[in-house]
Nanobody
């Protein structure tokens, strides 16, 4: 069956860096779109970054220039490099996968309803 397993998150001071990884199995990884979402306490889950099977990427404005999403199809692994972390980045981070791609036109991107999800990993940024 489909499995998405995030690496352990962690606690870092503001301005620090952290890399999350997500190991996938049970589906054709290289042909799927992948994404990172996050949910802070008391807030709805929202998108962070996505990468299509052709390696095109999209980012939400709050992380542009600080976070980088990437994938290694040979290892069936998704990554999120997070730099210049801020206290407002504190959240549970989830990786997700779907057959449909993220479509972008100019600055507008339409994300699919991602069908497969990891269990989440906590990232805490202290001020």
């Amino acid at each position: 069956q489909v499995q998405l397993l995030e690496s352990a998150g962690g606690s870092v001071p503001a301005g620090g860096s952290l890399t999350l990884s997500c190991a996938a199995s049970g589906f054709a990884f290289s042909s799927y779109s992948l994404a990172w979402f996050r949910q802070a306490p008391g807030k709805e889950r929202g998108g962070v970054a996505a990468i299509n099977s052709d390696n095109t990427t999209s980012y939400f404005d709050s992380v542009k220039g600080r976070f980088t999403i990437s994938r290694d199809n040979a290892k069936n692994t998704l990554y999120l490099q997070m730099n210049s972390l801020k206290p407002e980045d504190t959240a549970m981070y989830y990786c997700a996968a779907d057959r449909d791609r993220v479509w972008c036109s100019g600055s507008y991107c339409a994300w699919p309803e991602f069908g497969y999800w990891g269990q989440g990993t906590q990232v805490t940024v202290s001020s």
